[in-house]
């Protein structure tokens, strides 16, 4: 059976990362995150390499970093998370020839999903800002999850405090507001729904709740397929 490929795109902490995850779980599928191949790139960039998201070559030469060394240790980073990396991340993101570095193993994932717990029917789900549009356009289910921002920051607050970290609410809404205005305004690959995809709010739901929405959204679909595919 040919493995079938789920894209979830939508802005930063409005829940498709939490969703992507589940919906994994739940179809015994594999699941890559692909914002943080670009943020292992901008925090090689910062860290190791001690430049700034400015300088073109070095953001290039971070890129080709993280394509040749890419593995789970640089992905699963919790350093990831911090907010310059995640700013720094936007920035080059938004640089034409680092996603055409990164493109590749984001296809190539998508392509031969890593088999996950001998399961009957391969698939694979990859979240971020393109996979619908660029990465994956023939994707066989596609999600836009979204929320207020005023609820996404209250999540990233929420998450921060947990972990320790002291932070302002109205600085997280601030930034979350220029990554995103960033992420949806570049010339290439813009944060934007598919024309194909189902757009999911998340603003008032619990992530039960929406997993739920999620899971009749692909259960419909992939009925539709087979009864369109039957002789
Ligand atoms: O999903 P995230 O917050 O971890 O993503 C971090 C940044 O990476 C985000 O601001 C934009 C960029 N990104 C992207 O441009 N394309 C993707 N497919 C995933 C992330």
């Known amino acids: 059976m040919a493995s079938l490929v789920i894209a979830i795109d939508g802005p930063a902490a409005s829940g498709k990362g939490t969703l992507a995850r589940k919906?994994?779980?739940?179809?015994?599928?594999?699941?890559?995150d692909t914002g943080a191949i670009y943020r292992a790139a901008a925090h090689h960039l910062l860290r190791n390499m001690n430049s700034a998201p400015e300088n073109e070559a070095d953001a290039i030469a971070a890129a080709?970093?993280?394509r040749d060394n890419l593995d789970d240790n640089m992905t699963s980073n919790p350093e990831l998370r911090a907010e310059d990396v995640a700013q720094a991340t936007s920035k080059i993101a938004a640089n034409q020839k680092v996603r055409e570095i990164l493109l590749d193993a984001q296809r190539k994932y998508a392509e031969s999903p890593p088999d996950v717990n001998d399961a009957m029917a391969g698939g694979?789900?990859?979240?971020?800002?393109?996979?619908?549009t660029v990465v994956c356009p023939k994707a066989d289910v596609k999600l836009f999850v979204t929320a207020s921002n005023e609820v996404r920051a209250k999540r990233r607050y929420d998450e921060q405090i947990s972990k320790g970290v002291d932070v302002e609410y109205d600085a997280i809404l601030a930034d979350m507001i220029e990554r995103d205005k960033?992420?949806?305004?570049?010339?290439?690959a813009p944060l934007k729904p598919a024309d194909d995809a189902f757009v999911i709010d998340t603003s008032n739901d619990t992530p039960?709740?929406?997993?739920?929405?999620?899971?009749?959204?692909?259960?419909?679909?992939?009925?539709?397929?087979?009864?369109?595919?039957?002789?």
């Open 182 to 188: 960033r992420d949806r305004e570049r010339s290439v």
């Open 64 to 66: 080709e970093y993280v």
């Open 23 to 32: 919906i994994a779980e739940r179809l015994g599928f594999a699941y890559l």
């Open 124 to 132: 694979a789900i990859l979240d971020g800002r393109d996979i619908g």
């Open 208 to 231: 039960k709740d929406v997993l739920a929405r999620a899971l009749d959204i692909i259960r419909g679909h992939l009925a539709e397929q087979v009864a369109k595919n039957a002789p």
